[in-house]
């Protein structure tokens, strides 16, 4: 049987619908709760499209404010912004969380944005434009390659 890790709840999923699992098999309630409308979109178009994209990089901390970032690369010629970051948030004391994206043009944009988030001080994420709806590639995402980043997995 075929198995993967991802660093998010909605790459799992969408890894898991490309192998045709049922949705109503993956999706019980109120198990990781959006705390918000633009989070449970986010989540539902990366399980739409998760598998279209390349992860780069990934960090997940596990310590008092819970957040996980995700670094991809769209490798289509279309996307506008090639290369994203998901960045996701839990609220311990709701049980809630957070997903926000952007999109940048180049790596080093993307890399930046990492680097300034990693130092405690990441500017705003700038929203991708909408690209092109193409056909989806059966290709599940890739683990990233070692960074040498100290991550605790979940």
Do not use: K
Not at 64 to 78: D, I, N, T
Not at 112 to 120: E, I, L, S, V
Not at 121 to 136: C, H, I, Q, Y
Request: hydrophobic letters at 40%; charged letters at 25%.
């Amino acid at each position: 049987m075929a198995t993967q890790e991802f660093p998010l709840f909605a790459m799992a999923e969408s890894w898991l619908l490309a192998r045709r699992c049922p949705p109503d098999a993956i999706e019980p309630p109120d198990v990781h709760v959006a705390a918000d409308a633009l989070t449970h979109a986010l989540e539902n178009r990366v399980r739409r499209d998760a598998v279209r994209f390349t992860m780069l990089d990934s960090y997940t901390d596990d310590g008092a404010s819970p957040q996980v970032v995700v670094m991809l690369r769209s490798p289509g010629p279309e996307a506008e912004a090639p290369f994203r970051i998901l960045w996701e948030s839990y609220d311990v004391a709701s049980g809630a969380h957070t997903l926000r994206e952007g999109g940048f043009t180049t790596y080093d944009e993307a890399r930046a944005w990492w680097n300034a988030w990693q130092q405690g001080d990441p500017p705003p994420l700038r929203p991708p434009a909408p690209a092109p709806r193409r056909g989806t590639s059966a290709t599940a995402p890739v683990r990233p390659a070692s960074t040498g980043l100290q991550g605790r997995s979940r």
